[in-house]
């Protein structure tokens, strides 16, 4: 039975959401559990205590016309101090840790309605309509997990720390997801770690602004995926932005905001936070690149170039066992490559996929039309047609089975149970109806195993593999004949619904046929006859001369005209 990436479903998501939401209402509020945790005045705390930025009573000290003083205010006690009743600082945090614990049932719940609505609407939103790799049940695990993960980390900073809290490197993920698939899930998933990230300071207001700009800038100023280490960079920017942002809400809150006076507290400025944190996020995204696209299901630039190296010991196998097949995968590399550029999907994908795709043949090579020798009698002239189908049908199989065992990453083995699709092989089929069909068998025995192909770069491998082979009949090649022969191809796939679950649209298609024509007239493109070709065929004897005698030559048909 041939195992294929599984879609996330209705039931998955909201399992999946569940899941999620127990696991970081347990984060949120765990510590209010541990009884040795707790404040008390004249002994030293065991965890950070902190205040979410808001409104606070100043004793001694009267706005003019007013009955109380306040100010507003952040408030962190650091690990370890010693609680003191004369300190309003410490009274504040006192007074707040009191009212958390202990937790009731009823905040616990509440907190966890609202962790299960964000994740059941990113959920929602990522099998509805992200694009089709996000819609993998093993991707949508992946982006939880990568948000927990990264929670942890924050609830760590915030309970372990002293340091301001815009420090976290909230924006790792939006670029791991930006890099890995596209910016609109990136920025979704932003949005819903921007409330769970405040939702552990009781939705601060500031911090949920700020983590939510960050993420964004970071998103959008991350330009050039071939480079990862933009991501650096991108996080730098974000942070400055934050910055901005951060001292237009204390002016809105406050009146006023003196840069100086918070730069001169050094390790404690809330500048240096912001933009510390963005630089942060953007490191974090860097160092950790390689096990997040892992646990995305994605796989990283650096391998897929590893993956074009010609002497991998799997390419290796197949120019040794399956050479013509060999040569018509490569000359798909190039054709596919070119075209996935065309329309902005992933054209180094798509050229390592076009190497491993038919790795199956090298079982049974000399099923395969491309690998008889000249004049070599095919092994299906005795072979029933459901026997040939299913020799046929079979590279399929094999192939996913030996680019798993090989280690190949998922999205490249992807590849070679989706380039034939569900489609039937008619050649076969028409052959058994004309015996007679004897067996009484139906369509379904002549249908590839695979599955139609759920992205852009899957589709596109599908129709070069039929054209590259179709190419090689047109002559003369002119580009009017390579665009009929490409549009009717196109139109097959289209009918036979093999294009449904791509993501491919009109305009893509359009593309494609223009980029893939352009590409083909390239490839067959003519050349000048070299001289010697021109020349009349080298003079033969057909029986021995005698010994001293010089026969005349036997001078050949005068050549025919060679069209222009």
Not at 63 to 79: C, D, F, K, N, Q
Not at 101 to 124: E, Q
Not at 282 to 293: C, F, I, N, Q, S
Request: neutral net charge.
């Amino acid at each position: 039975m041939l195992r294929t990436r599984v879609r996330a479903g209705a039931v998955a998501g909201l399992l999946a959401s569940l899941v999620f939401a127990a696991l970081f209402s347990g984060l949120q509020s765990f510590e209010l559990f541990i009884d040795a945790w707790a404040p008390r005045f004249g002994e030293p705390t065991r965890v950070a205590l902190r205040v979410p930025y808001g409104p606070r009573i100043v004793q001694g000290q009267r706005a003019p016309g007013s009955h109380v003083a306040y100010e507003h205010a952040r408030t962190v006690i650091a690990p370890g101090t010693v609680l003191s009743e004369s300190s309003d600082d410490h009274r504040a945090a006192y007074a707040y840790e009191a009212v958390r614990r202990p937790p009731r049932a009823s905040r616990i719940v509440a907190v966890a309605v609202i962790d299960f609505t964000l994740a059941l609407l990113l959920s929602t939103y990522l099998r509805r309509f992200g694009q089709n790799r996000v819609k993998l049940l093993r991707t949508q695990i992946g982006v939880f997990s990568l948000m927990l993960a990264l929670m942890v980390v924050v609830k760590a900073i915030l309970l372990f720390t002293s340091v301001p809290e815009f420090w976290v490197p909230i924006a790792a993920v939006p670029l791991w997801i930006a890099l890995s698939f596209d910016r609109r899930t990136a920025f979704l998933v932003n949005v819903v770690l921007a409330f769970l990230a405040s939702s552990l300071l009781r939705f601060d207001l500031v911090i949920l602004t700020v983590i939510l700009v960050r993420g964004m800038a970071a998103t959008l100023l991350f330009l050039d995926k071939k480079r990862p280490r933009q991501m650096l960079a991108a996080g730098a920017l974000a942070g400055l932005f934050s910055c901005g942002l951060y001292v237009a809400i204390a002016v809105v809150f406050e009146g006023r905001f003196d840069v100086f006076a918070d730069l001169a507290r050094g390790g404690d400025s809330l500048l240096v936070a912001n933009f510390g944190g963005g630089v942060v996020g953007g490191l974090t995204a860097v160092l950790l690149r390689d096990p997040a696209e892992r646990l995305l299901g994605a796989v990283s630039r650096d391998k897929l170039l590893d993956l074009t190296d010609l002497e991998h010991p799997l390419l290796q196998k197949m120019a040794l066992e399956a050479p013509g097949s060999w040569e018509h995968a490569r000359a798909m590399a190039n054709l596919a490559e070119a075209s996935a550029a065309a329309i902005g999907a992933d054209a180094l994908l798509t050229r390592v996929g076009a190497y491993y795709h038919d790795l199956g043949k090298t079982v049974q090579p000399m099923y395969f039309v491309e690998n008889l020798a000249h004049g070599e009698p095919s092994p299906h002239e005795e072979l029933d047609p459901d026997v040939s189908a299913d020799a046929i049908m079979a590279h399929v199989v094999l192939g996913t089975k030996v680019l798993r065992e090989g280690g190949i990453p998922e999205p490249v083995v992807e590849f070679a149970y989706t380039h034939h699709g569900t489609q039937l092989v008619e050649y076969f089929w028409h052959r058994c109806q004309a015996a007679g069909n004897p067996k009484g068998l139906g369509e379904a025995h002549f249908r590839y195993p695979g599955m139609k192909p759920q992205t852009k770069e899957t589709a596109i491998l599908m129709l070069v593999d039929s054209i590259e082979a179709a190419s090689r009949t047109i002559d003369p090649p002119e580009r009017e004949r390579f665009e009929e022969m490409i549009q009717r191809i196109v139109f097959t796939k289209l009918r036979a619904g093999q294009l449904d679950d791509s993501g491919l649209t009109l305009a893509d298609l359009h593309t494609l046929i223009d980029r893939m024509g352009a590409t083909l007239v390239n490839m067959y493109h003519h050349r000048i006859r070299y001289p010697w070709q021109s020349r009349p065929p080298a003079q033969h004897w057909t029986t021995p001369p005698p010994p001293g005698t010089v026969p005349a030559p036997q001078l050949p048909p005068p050549p025919r005209d060679e069209p222009r």
